[in-house]
């Protein structure tokens, strides 16, 4: 049993905040309006996004948040995060930072962007972390249209995945068993993937986070595949035909019309199954635990 697995199943220490009903849907409010901010700005600049992961299927299933989520994800082409990086600052910077992979105490492999005056620190933190309320931005790279170099980015882009993901485990380590009072199946499970860091400590996380970053992005030139290596089935289980992200429509989210794939059933099928459209069982719905929730303002 992996530790994600036990993070959802495991009882935690008093210390922690639940997510109740009330502020779950305060959550996706706030999300909302990050939104609402992000996509005048991509608008204006002409920058190519779209919905990502679980929030095309709340697009899709739900027409907005999928009831029991509390994130919004985004896709974005390289070429077009880069684009919006370079007038993030200008257009953003007052309101919401921008966490790259590489950057002082960010842990992610990810860029992230944080409302400024909240704090949403998950449980897999280090004592020092960067941990406002954030969405997620998931970057298509080009790969090679050439099955063996394909397999090849494949292959190097998990592995330096496992780095990442041993060195941040050993430094998330302690809170996660400070908040799960040191359970013993959790302590396994952590020393299994922490004990692997020492191998690779000549580098910090954030150099192998920009190492990992800049290999992700090798392939330079558009070919006929993406891939998002940095999400939730990693390399092999996030390859897509590029013509499945060739267009965006619009979708209603909630009050907001958001922007998914042109081809999003085909994405939802490839990404969940042909069954997508199907509510989980409660017990499958994920629940939210956090080590501090502040969101600002007046609850």
Known sequence: ????????????SKEVCVVSDELLHRIQGDLLEMMKDFAVVLKKHN???TLSGGSILGAIRHHGFIPWDDDIDLFMKRKEYEKFRKVFKEE?????????PGDKDYIYNMPQIHKKGTELISIQSPEVTKGGL??????LENTYNNDFRRKIHGLKST???FIDSSLRMK????NI???TDNNEQIRKEINKRANFAFLFSCNSLEKWLKITDNYFSK???DTDYLVCPSGAKHFFGEIYPRSMFEGTREEKFDTEMLNVPLKAEEYLSQRYGNNYMEIPKDSEKERHIYAKIDLGGEA
Request: net charge negative; aromatic share 16%; charged share 30%.
């Open 1 to 12: 049993m992996g530790i994600q697995h036990l993070l959802k199943t495991v009882e935690y």
């Open 47 to 49: 920058i190519e996004w």
């Open 92 to 100: 953003l910077g007052d309101k919401y930072d921008l966490y790259e």
């Open 134 to 139: 954030f969405v997620d931005i998931f970057i």
């Open 159 to 161: 592995m330096l995945l």
């Open 171 to 174: 430094a998330c380590k302690s």
């Open 177 to 179: 068993l400070k908040y």
């Open 219 to 221: 392939v330079k030139e």
